[in-house]
């Protein structure tokens, strides 16, 4: 799979649409908490303007109602943030995609950064609506698809409008070029052993992406929520813990093909267990198979730590997807700081994926220390299950 890059498309001195994920965490003042998503789409928008390009930029924030203009949900924060980081002025629209926003995108010149309001104002936006889509596309000579976090939608502004472009002259940004990259290569010719740990809430969004993570990794190590469909498909008494019932069957296919790939499950052998869901219950650590009834697991105790640890220490590739516990409290806390430690300390090429992942290991300040932080938690799983994002299809050239 070769996928159109930006470098290899003329965009000099051209009207050029750059498809963002600008969908940052704000505090309740509106402050932006974490930028990442802006930094990591600078590159591209810097090599438009060193290339003279006029440059729309476009992006969703949040979950407006759609329809009209929502302040709470205004990019006018971005706006400001893009102004300080790349030290130029930012023509920003006022709302929708009106007439005045046509007539501005028409109006700007060369090396001029203007910011599209909130796509998702538009309700044709996640309808992947043609009109909305052609009228986005008539903006600009060039599209540009940076927005890898969205790249698995089907939505006007990420698919809709590639079909306007022939593939001369429409693109991956290069934030998105090296997301579908590396994770191409981690899944197809990842250095041995190949591990990977899943967490996170439920196993319902993650099981296609674990069925075909089974036959690529060496070993998987389940922690968070879903591990209790896991331990409950085992015959364990899970208590109150996190459970899909309807998925247990799916659980023991997983385990008894990975038993025939000779892939190694590791779940948890103890847990910390609470009264309640909350940070003030009361907690004890128990072994996985001693969980009082009505008590819930909310982390991966001490000896799973150390068993995930011993199990990671020969890893040459680690893929991480989901918090081992409810890390937002710290009570809850304490496993998927030690996992994102132990993944830090590892010589492996480690990939972290998933919003709540990659927040984390923030918290950790294990941030540097890894080898790559995806932008996307849904794209990135949906690559793993070895789909092509609607997104990233129409920018394929072979
Ligand atoms: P996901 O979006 O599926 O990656 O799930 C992330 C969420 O899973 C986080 O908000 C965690 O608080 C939650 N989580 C992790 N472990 C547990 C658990 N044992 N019980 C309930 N929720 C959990």
Redesign the pocket.
């Known amino acids: 799979m070769k996928l159109q890059e930006i470098k290899n498309i003329d965009v000099a001195g051209k009207k050029v649409f750059i498809r963002c994920d600008f969908n940052v965490p704000v505090d309740e003042y509106q402050n932006i908490t974490d930028d990442r998503r802006i930094r990591s789409a600078l590159n591209t928008i810097r090599y438009c303007i060193d290339n003279d390009c006029a440059v729309i930029l476009a992006s969703h924030f949040g979950r407006p109602k759609g329809g009209t203009y929502e302040e709470e949900y205004s990019l006018k924060p971005i706006a400001k943030r893009l102004h300080t980081l790349l030290k130029r002025d930012i023509v920003m629209a006022n709302g929708i995609v009106d007439d005045e926003t046509m007539q501005l995108a028409k109006e700007l010149k060369s090396s001029e950064v203007m910011l599209l309001e909130n796509l998702r104002f538009e309700k044709g936006e996640t309808k992947n609506d043609e009109e909305l889509s052609k009228k986005l596309a008539s903006m600009a000579e060039v599209y540009i698809n940076d927005a890898f976090g969205v790249s698995h939608r089907a939505h006007s502004s990420v698919e809709g409008i590639s079909k306007y472009f022939d593939i001369e002259h429409k693109a991956a940004g290069f934030l998105l070029s090296k997301e579908i990259e590396f994770f191409h290569h981690i899944v197809h010719n990842p250095k041995r052993p190949f591990v990977s740990i899943v967490?996170?809430?439920?196993v319902s969004?993650k099981l296609e992406a674990l069925y075909n993570l089974v036959p690529k990794v060496d070993k998987i190590l389940i922690g968070?929520?879903m591990a209790f469909t896991f331990l409950k498909a085992l015959g364990e008494e899970v208590g109150n813990?996190?459970v899909e019932d309807d998925l247990m069957p799916e659980a023991l296919k997983i385990m008894a093909q990975a038993k025939e790939l000779g892939v190694k499950i590791y779940l948890p052998v103890d847990v910390i267990a609470a009264e309640a869901f909350n940070s003030e219950a009361f907690a004890k650590v128990v072994t996985s198979k001693e969980i009082p009834l009505g008590w819930?697991?909310?982390?991966i105790g001490p000896a799973t730590s150390m068993l995930f640890e011993e199990a990671l220490a020969d890893a040459h590739t680690i893929l991480w997807n989901?918090?081992?516990?409810?890390?937002?409290m710290d009570k809850f806390a304490k496993g998927s700081f030690k996992i994102s430690h132990a993944v830090a300390k590892s010589y492996a090429t480690t990939v972290v994926g998933?919003g709540?992942t990659a927040d984390l290991v923030r918290l950790t300040g294990d941030e540097e220390e890894m080898t790559f932080i995806s932008t996307g938690g849904g794209a990135s799983l949906e690559l793993i299950e070895g789909k092509v994002l609607p997104g990233v299809k129409a920018l394929i050239i072979e």
């Not at 819930?296 to 982390?299: A, N, V």
């Open positions: 967490g996170g809430s439920k969004g968070g929520g813990s996190l819930m697991g909310l982390d989901g918090p081992m516990g409810v890390y937002e998933g709540d």
